[in-house]
């Protein structure tokens, strides 16, 4: 049984196999009004989805995060890039992108999630893992488990002015006499 992971707040625990978040704010691929959990094949992918969307919010200053690990019951339906409507990838993707899945959305289609590449790691076998929490099959769907996650501060220096050295300011003192 596969194995998908993701990063979220730790105040929303409760409603990770939901997809909510996703339903209130809709996403790259999901309109809002239609619920879609976000995971990655990897905890490396999922760290790296939920740092491009901390928006520049320092590391330290984060609210606690947790990594879920969850078992899928079947396995997942892999959408080739060939498939991907144009655009799919771009930072400011197309308005008509969040509606490519809605008809694999439906209750009736036997894939329960979808691998699809990560637009911040393109080109590689990395994908993320789009789970329907609407699907027939969603109550075989288990948290393995829940860990708190800790942000390596390292992930994201702050930016420094550059040190200016003593030849430096000597010589910028010189053409301004």
Do not use: C
Not at 46 to 72: K, N, Q, W, Y
């Amino acid at each position: 049984m596969p194995l998908v992971y993701r990063i979220q707040k730790k105040q929303f625990i409760e409603s990770v196999l939901t997809g909510e978040g996703a339903r209130l704010n809709g996403g790259r691929w999901n309109p809002p009004g239609t619920p879609l959990v976000y995971t990655s094949m990897t905890p490396e992918l999922a760290l790296l989805e939920t740092l491009v969307h901390l928006d520049g919010t320092p590391v330290r200053d984060l609210p606690p995060f947790v990594r879920v690990s969850i078992e899928l019951p079947e396995a997942i339906e892999d959408i080739q890039l060939s498939e991907l409507p144009t655009g799919w990838d771009a930072l400011k993707y197309p308005e008509n992108l969040p509606q490519f899945l809605l008809p694999k959305l439906v209750l009736s289609y036997p894939a329960l999630a979808f691998a699809i590449p990560s637009v911040i790691v393109r080109n590689t076998p990395s994908r993320n893992i789009l789970i329907n929490p609407l699907h027939p099959l969603m109550s075989q769907v288990k948290i393995v488990d829940v860990v708190a996650h800790e942000f390596d501060k390292r992930l994201q220096k702050q930016a420094e002015p550059p040190a200016v050295s003593t030849a430096q300011v000597k010589k910028s003192q010189r053409r301004s006499t």
